[in-house]
C-alpha cells in the first residue's frame, strides 16, 4: 500500500529519528508482557507491514539497512547478500526480483545520519523474538541481548588492509 515510501529512504530516516525520539518518553509504558504490547504489535505490523513487507521479526535494523527489511530476502540473509546476485542486481532465487542487498546499499547511500551503519555486521537472528514487538524489544535492549552460548558481532576482530583499503 505505502510501499513506494521505500523509495525515499531519507525522509524514512528522519521519521525514524522522530519517531524513536517522541516515543522514548512513553517508554514505561511499553514493557515486555504489559496491556500495551499486544497494541504495540498491532501497530508495528499494520505501519511496518504496509511500508516495508515486515516480518516481525522482533529485532528491527532498518535503519542499518538503507529502510530494506533484510528479512525480506529469500534466503533470509541478514547479513548481506548470498553471492548469487545477478549481473542486473536481481535476485538468484526471484529471478524478476532486485536483490534485497542491492537495493538496501543502494538506498543506505541516500541516508546521512544512519547510511554508514549498512557497513557494520548485525547481529545473528534470534528467533524467539519473532512475532513481538522490535519497538518494545529496542526499548530495553532485548533485541541485542544474545541467548546463552552466542557470540557478539562485537567479539569478532575485523583486521584492515590498510594499503588495499578493505577488510581481510
Not at 525520539?21 to 504496509?50: D, H, M, T
Request: proline share 8%.
Amino acid at each position: 500500500m505505502f510501499v513506494w515510501l521505500i523509495n525515499f529512504p531519507h525522509f524514512l530516516e528522519i521519521l525514524y529519528h522522530l519517531f524513536e525520539v517522541s516515543l522514548s518518553p512513553l517508554k514505561k509504558w511499553f514493557k515486555p508482557g504489559s496491556r500495551i504490547e499486544p497494541v504495540a504489535i498491532f501497530l508495528e505490523r499494520i505501519g511496518k507491514g504496509a511500508v516495508f513487507n515486515c516480518k516481525m521479526c522482533g529485532q528491527c535494523i532498518l535503519h542499518s539497512t538503507g529502510m530494506t527489511c533484510p528479512m525480506n530476502c529469500p534466503k533470509y540473509l541478514r547479513n548481506g547478500p548470498c553471492g548469487g546476485v545477478r549481473l542486473n542486481g536481481n535476485c538468484e532465487v526471484n529471478l524478476e526480483e532486485p536483490c534485497v542487498w542491492v537495493e538496501a546499499y543502494e538506498r543506505s547511500l541516500r541516508m546521512p545520519t544512519y547510511g554508514h551503519q549498512f557497513a557494520a555486521l548485525q547481529p545473528p537472528m534470534n528467533n524467539q523474538l519473532q512475532g513481538s514487538s522490535s519497538w518494545i524489544n529496542m526499548f530495553y535492549r532485548i533485541d541485542v541481548d544474545l541467548p546463552s552460548g552466542w557470540t557478539s558481532t562485537r567479539d569478532i576482530p575485523v583486521i584492515w588492509d590498510q594499503e588495499d583499503d578493505h577488510a581481510v
